[in-house]
């Protein structure tokens, strides 16, 4: 089969395309038929080395296609159903054929035929992320004030989106320059500013704190974020995109403040419990099949994947970007 590799880890040029044995589904898995494969910061990451490994590795963490062969102990999957996968730790998605659990595998038709492979990964996994994230770590509910950072992003659109439909009062964004504001707008933000000087701005707008912070960027957003929770406030750590340094937050202030630092890292969780997401990816289906959630996406083929990378670490592009392969 055709798969990208990750040949030594560096710039866009360590991807190359080469032709590697058809994988065989263990007991409890799949293989798929990949029609469309998700790109995103974490393809990135794992091509300049940041989760270790040897090369060649085939990245990819989403797809969607058809399931071509089930493996021992799999009943709830048939050969041929369309499917798409949550992220996956073991990657291997930039490829004709993939393996994936079958417990993070699900089925489009049985939840929703209207949906499309490609619109299936380029929003049931993030929406999915968004849900358990805000449900069970923030406990996002009705009348929530809810602040993300890196608004414009794929995850975060998504995630501002998802927290209104559980009832959130009021969601806010921060975003690096005023292009990406604009970017912003579509997912329902009530106010997207700046994130350079971002409390200055909401407090001139009349806002002094929130429920909860959603945070994908890290380094020194992370740590300001703390100085606009509200007591009882929780900050939810969701990635790193920023590359900054960890910041170290002492649990003295946070006990004297009666604030939470909760961190949430849906590969981590999948890992430990693959069954853990079954039923927030059903909801995810729904409301994507019904435009409850929508994130707009640009396709690429399967060999332009350097591209795709390019694109994404540029920001030159809205949404998602998703890798069209060919079988």
């Given amino acids: 089969m055709r798969a990208i590799t990750i040949s030594r880890f560096g710039e ?18 799949v293989s798929i038929d990949v029609s469309h494969a998700a790109v995103g910061l974490a393809d ?27 493996g021992a102990g799999v009943h709830h999957l048939r050969v041929g159903q369309p499917v798409v996968t949550l992220s996956r730790p073991t990657a291997g998605g930039y490829a004709e054929v993939s393996v994936a659990d079958a417990a993070i595998t699900i089925p489009l038709d049985a939840v929703d035929p209207r949906l499309d492979a490609a619109e ?3 929003v049931v996994p993030n929406t999915t992320t968004a849900l358990l994230s ?24 998504i995630t501002a989106q998802v927290a209104r439909h559980l009832g959130a009062a009021q969601v806010l964004g921060t975003v690096r320059s005023s292009r990406r ?14 994130s350079n000087g971002f409390r200055s701005a909401l407090s001139d707008a009349g806002i002094d704190s929130v429920d909860i912070v959603v945070d994908p960027v890290g380094g020194r957003l992370r740590a300001e ?3 606009v929770l509200a007591p009882l406030g929780r900050l939810l750590a969701v990635g790193n995109a ?10 003295n202030e946070l006990w004297l403040a009666n604030r939470a630092v909760l961190g949430f890292n849906v590969g981590g969780l999948l890992m430990q419990d693959p069954t853990a997401a079954e039923a927030a990816a ?28 390019r694109l994404l670490e540029s920001g030159d592009c809205e949404g998602r970007i998703v890798l069209t392969v060919p079988n």
Wanted: charged share 20%.
């Fill in 12 to 29: 866009v040029d360590v991807l190359e395309t080469a032709d590697l044995p058809v994988p065989d589904p263990g007991p409890g898995q």
């Fill in 44 to 70: 990135i990451l794992m091509r300049r080395g940041a989760f270790g490994g040897a090369p060649p590795i085939v990245p990819g963490l989403e797809v969607a296609g058809t399931v071509r062969e089930v």
């Fill in 120 to 122: 299936a990964v380029a």
């Fill in 134 to 157: 805000l449900e069970l770590v923030g406990n996002v509910g009705p009348g929530s004030q809810v602040l993300i950072h890196g608004a414009a992003g794929a995850l975060s659109g």
């Fill in 181 to 194: 504001a604009a970017e912003a707008e579509r997912y329902g933000y009530d106010l997207v500013v700046s």
């Fill in 225 to 227: 974020s703390l100085e």
């Fill in 242 to 251: 920023s590359g900054e340094d960890d910041v170290r937050i002492g649990a």
């Fill in 282 to 309: 059903r909801r995810a289906i729904e409301w994507a099949a019904a435009g409850t959630v929508s994130m707009p996406h640009t396709t690429l083929p399967l060999a332009q994947a350097a591209e795709a990378h």
